[in-house]
Every structure is written in C-alpha cells, then in structure tokens.
C-alpha cells in the first residue's frame, strides 16, 4: 500500500523558515517523481514543486510564486522528499500536500493527508 | 500558464442522476488532463489521467471525455459517497494548473 505522510507543518511568523517532510513508503522510491501541491483556505489547489529521480539528475522545477524561496529535495535511502521554505508570506498559508507523480505524465495518483502551514504574525 | 476554467462552480442532484462536470483549458492540452476527487476534510484522490483512463479501484460509474480545449467528467447513477468536491488538472505544460473545483451536494 502506497503511503505519504507529511510532517513539519505549524503557525510561523512572516519572513520565517519551515522545512516539511514526506516519508514514504509501499513503492519504489527511488524511480519516482515527487510533487508538493498546495491547497489555500479557499480550496484553491496550487502545484509548487517537483522533483525527478536520479537518472534525471534530481532535476526540480518551480511554480513562479515560490522560485527563490522554496526547496524541494529528496533523501532516497529514507524514501522521503522535503520542501525548505523561507522567507514565508502570509500568502503561503495553506495544506501542503506531498505526491507521487503518475506514470503516464505529471498528474498526481497518490497523496498524503496533508500538513497545515500558517504565516502570521 | 494554461488557466483551467471549471463548471459548475456548485451542483446539487439527486441520487441515481447522473451529472456532468466541465472543464475548459486556455488553450489545447492534447488530453493531458486529470480529474480528482476531494471528500470534506480528505486529501484528493485521483479518478481520471489521460482525459478518460480510469486510476485504479476508481467506480466505473465515472468517466472521462474530451479533446481540445474542453473535457468533462460524468458521473452515472449517483451515489451518496460522491459528495465531495471535483478538481481538474492540465499536466500537458508547466507549470501544471488546477480548475477552481465543483462542489456537488444531493438534492
């Protein structure tokens, strides 16, 4: 069974940092392409980061509101990806949701529960 | 970016109907789309890729049809565990955008 389970979440001041985690397991980690997807408090859901596997040299890519200041990288000998995020602004409140990426294209068939990032003041 | 346009917005049926969710692109996406599901309080569960490949375990009571700029996702003979909000996604270019979403509700 494919699971995803997402921690680091919390309230944080503008202008902070706070690093989240997925810990995976139930697939192959190491061939796989990660995605964070956010979802804000009016449900909007936003792709942000994606990460590709070795073979493509852990290539990343990043939605135009984050480039700068957000960070995803992976750890395949503990099956976990990570999103770095600094600077943070109150627009970056939302759920943080990790994926995998499918096999026929960038859609997103497993998630995890989500973890809720709060900036205020 | 490719913007993603859904409607409607909110839905409300009854069950056994069948109900249809549309989804237009700002421009082709050469059927690089995927629907997903979201239950209140659930993260999204995907149901479609490819415009109408059914993901694994999903009811065949949903499909996927479309081409071009406009897609729909239909639901046949509703049920009540298909309350829950409806999202589609383009993958077809980066950066990889949502629609607005449709909240369907029983009647």
């Known amino acids: 069974e494919v699971q995803l389970v997402e921690t680091g979440g919390g309230l944080v001041q503008p202008g902070k940092s706070l690093k989240l985690t997925c810990a995976t397991s139930g697939f192959t980690f190491s061939t796989a392409w990660m995605h964070w997807v956010r979802q804000s408090p009016d449900k909007r859901l936003e792709w942000i980061a994606r990460?590709?596997?070795?073979?493509?040299?852990?290539?990343?890519d990043y939605v135009e509101s984050v480039k700068g200041r957000f960070t995803i990288s992976r750890d395949d000998s503990k099956s976990s990806v990570y999103l770095q995020m600094n600077s943070l602004k109150e627009e970056d409140t939302a759920t943080y949701y990790c994926?995998?990426?499918?096999?026929?294209?960038?859609?997103?068939?497993?998630w995890g529960q989500g973890v809720m990032v709060t900036v205020s003041s | 970016d490719i913007q993603m346009t859904q409607s409607p917005a909110s839905l409300s049926a009854s069950l056994g109907e069948t109900v249809t969710i549309e989804c237009r692109a700002s421009?082709?996406?050469?059927?690089?789309l995927a629907w997903y599901q979201q239950k209140p309080g659930k993260s999204p569960q995907l149901l479609i890729y490819n415009a109408n490949s059914l993901h694994t375990g999903v009811p065949s009571r949903f499909s996927g049809s479309g081409s071009g700029t406009q897609y729909s996702l239909k639901i046949n003979s509703l049920q009540s565990e298909d309350v829950a909000s409806y999202f589609c996604?383009?993958?077809?270019?980066?950066?990889?955008?949502f629609g607005g979403g449709t909240k369907l509700e029983l009647k």
């Open positions: 996604q383009q993958y077809y270019d980066y950066p990889w955008t």
């Open positions: 421009e082709d996406i050469y059927n690089g």
């Open positions: 994926t995998t990426s499918g096999s026929y294209g960038d859609y997103f068939d497993y």
């Open positions: 990460i590709k596997d070795k073979s493509n040299n852990y290539a990343t």
